[in-house]
């Protein structure tokens, strides 16, 4: 009874209970280093019909897999699971993807990515991805083009790690990590839910650059009941990043109830240079901010917003986002 009476009380509160999943959901295929159906995640993603619209799945046995992933467009929905002993958390995650492609490799942005997105209703549960390249060039974990959601996974890279650029997105209890324009893209609309931010060792460094180049573009990034600090084991001078600075001149992002550590600067937002600030059109706001990082609106760069009321998921993701696809309420 008192277990029962446990997961209830998860259950009405919104939050994913606290599960183990070490073996293929029925249905998936599994990929893993030895005795898997396949041994690397792209070849099981290439076994699967593009056209059957029933849906697909696949489980990644604990690894490293050093690959790069494309997940192509088609008709069903697919899902990626990987291994871990705490589904609701992505600090015990046993499934990693890496690669260390950057531009410097003559790549675009989305080129460079370990997983390339382009399916819809896409979802992706405790895995890590990481670009291991490291400073000096653009070099992308994650390229989401398309609808999508990433469920207590980690993202780790330095410059552009996450490339949010079409579709509505969803990264709930899951950990964002870099140093420069780290969540970027230029037309999605993604919602960041109890997710960590972490950021790297450097003298001056922004999470955010959002490239919504008109008022009618969608794209709008929230961070919701988040927390900002340093990555472990990186000494991170204070004030050293900033919340974002506008890729494009209507770049729209709002930190909201979230837990902002010393590593945020006074100012907050910055513009995208001394010589071009891209701020005459953005929307950068915040709402009931905490912590030492959460300075007075008064410190706040003069193009920066204290909103009177906190943005809603729906106006991010859409009046039916609880319908979509990829939506799973277990993680909100």
């Known amino acids: 009874m008192k277990s029962l009476i446990i997961v ?45 619209s029933a849906d697909q799945c696949i489980f990644l046995s604990p690894g490293t897999y050093s690959e790069q992933v494309l997940i192509s467009t088609r008709a069903a929905r697919l899902t990626i699971y990987g291994s871990t002993p705490d589904t609701s958390s992505h600090a015990s995650n046993s499934a990693t993807i890496t690669s260390k492609r950057s531009q410097k490799d003559g790549l675009s942005n989305d080129e460079t990515a370990t997983l390339r997105v382009k399916a819809a209703d896409f979802r992706l549960y405790n895995v890590d991805v990481e670009n291991a390249y490291g400073e000096g060039s653009q070099a992308v974990a994650l390229s989401a083009d398309a609808d ?43 919602w960041f839910e109890k997710t960590d931010v972490r950021v790297l060792k450097t003298s001056l460094g922004y999470i955010t ?41 209507y770049a729209r992002v709002v930190f909201q109830n979230t837990a902002l550590s010393s590593v945020v600067n006074a100012a907050g937002w910055h ?19 905490s912590g030492d990082g959460a300075a007075a609106a008064s410190a706040r760069a003069e193009f920066a917003s204290a909103l009177e009321k906190p943005v809603g998921i729906a106006e991010v993701l859409g009046s039916g986002y609880r319908s979509a696809g990829y939506y799973d309420a277990e993680y909100m």
């Open 8 to 52: 209830t009380t998860l259950a009405l509160a919104g939050l994913a209970a606290s599960e183990s999943r070490t073996s293929a959901p029925s249905g998936c295929i599994t990929v893993a280093k030895s005795g898997g159906s396949y041994s690397t995640i792209q070849a099981a993603v290439d076994s699967l019909s593009t056209s059957d």
């Open 148 to 190: 999508s959601g990433y469920y207590g996974c980690q993202f780790r890279g330095f410059q552009d790690t996450v490339l949010s650029n079409k579709g509505s997105q969803l990264f709930a209890r899951s950990l964002v990590q870099g140093a420069t324009d780290f969540v970027f893209g230029m037309e999605a609309a993604a």
């Open 209 to 249: 650059a959002n490239g919504r180049d008109s008022s009618s573009n969608p794209s709008y990034y929230v961070f919701n009941n988040c927390d900002v600090s340093a990555a472990s084991g990186s000494s991170v001078p204070g004030g050293a990043y900033y919340l974002g600075r506008p890729w494009r001149e």
């Open 271 to 289: 513009a995208w240079s001394d010589s071009d600030p891209r701020t005459s059109g953005v929307l950068f706001g915040e709402y009931k901010n």
